[in-house]
């Protein structure tokens, strides 16, 4: 039976750490090839069990130098923004720029870029050099789709409060790669969307043809009583569209309170449309049931209005 690693100094445990560091610490070369250690680059170590995304960009941190940074969806993953599952893993490659004329970084599983300085927009996150949370939307732009960055951005201008909207369009420069991807992105970017979700069931319903609707509106009851917040609406129709987690479905007090909720919508003349994730890949149900509601409020059939 092999002999458990000797422990090491406490301020190398549980964290990414230099190799040198550790040999001034007398920790010995043997020890730093043993299994419970893991080299995600040259010159630095990661404790084997926290072999995670954020611990790997944090490792790869101490390697960089002054000009470099963390850039790109690595960026917006330190900054705990929204990404396409594919961009999520641990295996993901690791985004560095360099800011001017310096090397770009090509280390194994890392993916150099450059910028020019004026165009530098460096923050410091888990002490590590990093884009600002702007920079890193309109560099994503070459690696996202559209829909993905206004996720991204809703996100961001949002729930959670790392930019601004008016910031976002100031990072966009005429002829740079992909810039008409971000252009088209910034335009349908808005404040409001609490969640990944909520931002592509509007992208949904709007892409169907239906008006741009309010996000997260607050109702009362005509005796000024507060009901509800909803995920979307039109107010001036009393329509709105929520989106349900599968928390409603399987907490008994959620849908309590859904159904009790419901009730005061439905006094006050609202129509309340519900959506699942199911709706999210198979969206034709939610749009006729919109379709019908938006009839019967115009008091007629329009068929400009959402999907045929």
């Known amino acids: 039976m ?4 000797r422990p090491l100094p406490s301020r190398f445990t549980n964290t990414p750490f230099l190799v040198r560091d550790a040999l001034d610490a007398g920790v010995r070369k ?15 170590r990661l404790p084997a069990d926290s072999d995670e995304l954020l611990h790997r960009v ?15 969806v690595t960026a917006a993953a330190l900054w705990s923004c929204p990404l396409p599952r594919a ?11 360099t800011v001017g004329a310096g ?3 090509r280390r194994r599983g890392v993916v150099g870029h450059r910028v020019a300085v004026e165009r530098a927009d460096v923050a410091t996150v888990f002490g590590t050099a990093v884009s600002t949370p702007a920079a890193a939307w309109y560099e994503c732009r070459t690696m996202l789709t559209v829909r993905d960055l206004v ?9 959670g409060r790392l930019t601004s909207r008016e910031h976002l369009v100031a990072t966009i ?8 991807r971000a252009r088209a992105a910034i335009e349908r970017i808005r404040l409001g969307a609490e969640s990944p979700t909520e931002t592509s069931l509007r992208l949904l319903v709007v892409d169907a043809g239906f008006p741009d609707p309010d996000l997260n509106v607050d109702v009362h009851a005509a005796d000024g009583r507060f009901i509800g917040r909803v995920d979307m609406a039109w107010p001036g129709l009393r329509i709105a569209l929520e989106y349900d987690g599968d928390h409603h479905r399987t907490d008994r007090d959620a849908f309590h309170r859904d159904r009790s909720r419901g009730n005061d919508f439905t006094s006050e003349g609202w129509v309340v449309i519900r959506a699942t994730s199911t709706d999210l890949a198979r969206p034709a149900m939610v749009f006729e049931h919109l379709r019908r509601a938006f009839e019967q409020r115009l008091g007629r059939s329009n068929g400009s209005i959402g999907a045929p």
């Open 151 to 159: 996720i991204l951005g809703d996100h961001m201008i949002g729930i």
């Open 173 to 180: 420069h005429a002829g740079d790669r992909a810039v008409t």
């Open 58 to 72: 944090i490792a790869i941190g101490l390697l960089l130098r002054g000009d470099q940074h963390i850039s790109h």
């Open 30 to 44: 043997d020890r730093l090839r043993r299994g419970d250690l893991i080299t995600p680059a040259r010159g630095v």
């Open 2 to 5: 092999p002999r458990r690693p």
């Open 87 to 97: 961009l999520r893993h641990t295996g993901t490659p690791i985004h560095v720029t």
């Open 103 to 105: 090397p770009i970084e």
